[in-house]
T-cell receptor, first 112, second 116 residues
Framework: SQTIHQWPATLVQPVGSPLSLECTVEGTSNPNLYWYRQAAGRGLQLLFYSVGIGQISSEVPQNLSASRPQDRQFILSSKKLLLSDSGFYLC???????????FGSGTQLSVL | AQKVTQAQTEISVVEKEDVTLDCVYETRDTTYYLFWYKQPPSGELVFLIRRNSFDEQNEISGRYSWNFQKSTSSFNFTITASQVVDSAVYFCALSEGSNSGYALNFGKGTSLLVTP
């Protein structure tokens, strides 16, 4: 069966520090991968998506970047965090297009 | 422009009441897909339903039912005889053929509180 792992679950980082959130999927090949952010009291905002290794598309200009070094690994990074980067980050995967997304358990990031 | 609108920010009901969560969407595509997800306090999103634009039949799954009406671009979700465990944030989402990676475009969610 397919599973998605996302870590860490919570993270507190000072402003200006770097960030690396990792997501891995097991039990499937060539998934579409997504990073969403949920700010407090708001909906889910698509940040990045990837349809293959090394293929990253950005939806929102921001302080963040994403990489897909392996087929089932998706990494969200930042060189210098801003206060506005605080939020709940969710990784998701799907097989094919217009299919349902399977979400990870999320990372609560607090930038202080 | 917001493609999925969930006008109800918060709803509070007493257990056993029926409750309907509204979802209005906007698209120019003839082929699209609509979804509902549940986000309990734990934070993980739980898939509830996926419906394509060519299937307007209403669907019922236990206490859950969905009313899809293309004429009003709505995909409403009803919980019958609500229970405390239904308390969560519910998201409606749209996936179109023309958008980014066919990713789901979410509404801002409706927070449902069911009290005993």
């Amino acid at each position: 069966s397919q599973t998605i792992h996302q870590w860490p679950a919570t993270l507190v980082q000072p402003v200006g520090s770097p960030l690396s959130l990792e997501c891995t999927v097991e039990g499937t090949s060539n998934p579409n991968l997504y990073w969403y952010r949920q700010a407090a009291g708001r909906g889910l905002q698509l940040l990045f998506y990837s349809v293959g290794i090394g293929q990253i598309s950005s939806e929102v200009p921001q302080n963040l970047s994403a990489s897909r070094p392996q087929d089932r690994q998706f990494i969200l990074s930042s060189k210098k965090l801003l206060l506005s980067d605080s939020g709940f980050y969710l990784c998701a995967w799907s097989v094919g297009f217009n299919e349902k997304l399977f979400f990870g358990s999320g990372t609560q990031l607090s930038v202080l | 422009a917001q493609k999925v609108t969930q006008a109800q920010t918060e709803i509070s009901v007493v257990e056993k009441e029926d409750v309907t969560l509204d979802c209005v969407y906007e698209t120019r595509d003839t082929t699209y897909y609509l979804f509902w997800y549940k986000q309990p306090p734990s934070g993980e999103l739980v898939f509830l339903i996926r419906r394509n634009s060519f299937d307007e039949q209403n669907e019922i799954s236990g206490r859950y039912s969905w009313n899809f009406q293309k004429s009003t671009s709505s995909f409403n979700f009803t919980i019958t005889a609500s229970q405390v465990v239904d308390s969560a944030v519910y998201f409606c989402a749209l996936s179109e053929g023309s958008n980014s990676g066919y990713a789901l475009n979410f509404g801002k969610g409706t927070s449902l509180l069911v009290t005993p």
